[in-house]
C-alpha cells in the first residue's frame, strides 16, 4: 500500500479518536517529515530518528514528536516498536511568570487610555484561566450566561467560569458599544481576532508600558490566574477542574514559587 494511501487511513483514525486539529496536524507533518528521510519503519530508522531529535530538540518536543510516531506505530499494528519517551526533567520554579504587580499596572495602563478592548483581554486571561485559544471564542451570549462551556479530548466537558465582578463590567461596556451578540473580542476589521493577534498585541502593549516582553504572553496570564487562585483557595483539585488538566500533577507546578519570588526570598532570608 502507498504512502499516500496509508497518510490518508492515518488522519481518518485520528479524527475519530477526537483529537484537536492542531494535534491532527502535527502528527501528518510528523509523519510526514519521518518518510521524507526514513525508507522504513524498522527498529534501526526509529532509533535513529528519536537520536536526531534529541540532538536538536528540547525535551518536550522531543516527546511530542514521538507520541506522533508512536500514535502511527499503533495505527499499522507495531505497538512493539514504540519508542520509549524521554525523561523531561522539571524546573523547580515557575519562569517567566507575570508579577501580580505587573498584571495590575498593565490592566490599569489600558484603562486609563481608554482601551478597553484590550484591559477586557487582559482581564479576561487572568481571571478565567482560559487559554488563548479558549479566549477567542468567548461570545457576548456566553458573558450573559456567566460561563462558557468548551468539550474537550474524548468529549470532557470543562466549564469555563466568568467571575461575577468581570461579568458585571463587561455588560456594563457591552451597552455603552451597544453590542448584543457575536464573539467578544474583534479585530480592527469586525472579526474574530486570532490567538497570534493577541500574542503580537500583547507584546507590543508590553514595549508601550516598559514592561518585561518576556513575561507578556496570553499563557503567562493563566499561569497568573492559577497562582493567584491557590494564593486564596487551596484547593488544588478544584484548580486542576478549572484549568482542564487531565491530571492533577499537572496543577501542582503552581504551588511552586516563580524564580523572582525564589530569589526575593533568598535576598530577604540569606544574610550571613
Do not use: C
Amino acid at each position: 500500500m502507498s504512502n499516500a494511501i496509508l497518510k490518508k487511513q492515518f488522519e481518518a483514525h485520528l479524527r475519530k479518536k477526537n483529537l484537536s486539529e492542531n494535534t491532527v496536524t502535527s502528527y501528518l507533518w510528523t509523519v510526514d517529515y519521518y518518510f521524507a528521510n526514513y525508507k522504513d519503519a524498522g527498529t534501526g530508522n526509529l532509533l535513529a530518528y528519536k537520536g536526531y531529535l534529541m540532538e536538536h530538540f528540547k525535551p518536550k518536543t522531543v516527546n511530542l514528536r514521538l507520541q506522533a510516531i508512536n500514535s502511527y506505530l499503533e495505527f499499522l499494528g507495531k505497538e512493539k516498536s514504540s519508542l520509549k519517551f524521554v525523561k523531561v526533567q522539571q524546573k523547580t520554579f515557575l519562569e517567566n511568570v507575570i508579577s501580580n504587580a505587573d498584571y495590575t499596572f498593565l490592566k490599569n495602563s489600558l484603562k486609563n487610555d481608554d482601551n478597553m478592548e484590550w484591559y477586557f483581554v487582559v482581564w479576561y486571561l487572568a481571571a478565567t484561566g482560559a487559554r488563548v485559544s479558549e479566549l477567542v471564542q468567548i461570545k457576548v451570549e456566553h458573558v450573559q450566561a456567566g460561563y462558557f462551556d468548551l468539550y474537550a479530548k474524548g468529549g470532557k466537558l470543562r466549564r469555563l467560569y466568568i467571575p461575577k465582578k468581570l461579568k458585571t463590567e463587561t455588560l456594563h461596556w457591552l451597552e455603552e458599544t451597544n453590542k448584543s451578540s457575536g464573539y467578544l473580542f474583534l479585530n480592527r476589521f469586525g472579526k474574530r481576532i486570532t490567538t497570534r493577534g493577541i500574542s503580537q498585541q500583547l507584546k507590543n502593549y508590553a514595549e508601550k508600558y516598559g514592561l518585561d516582553k518576556k513575561v507578556v504572553y496570553p499563557h503567562s496570564f493563566r499561569h497568573r490566574f492559577a497562582k493567584n487562585f491557590l494564593e486564596k483557595y487551596s484547593d488544588i483539585a478544584f484548580l486542576a477542574d478549572l484549568m482542564g488538566h487531565e491530571s492533577i500533577e499537572t496543577t501542582r507546578i503552581y504551588l511552586r514559587r516563580t524564580a523572582s519570588e525564589q530569589q526575593a526570598l533568598v535576598d530577604k532570608i540569606v544574610t550571613w
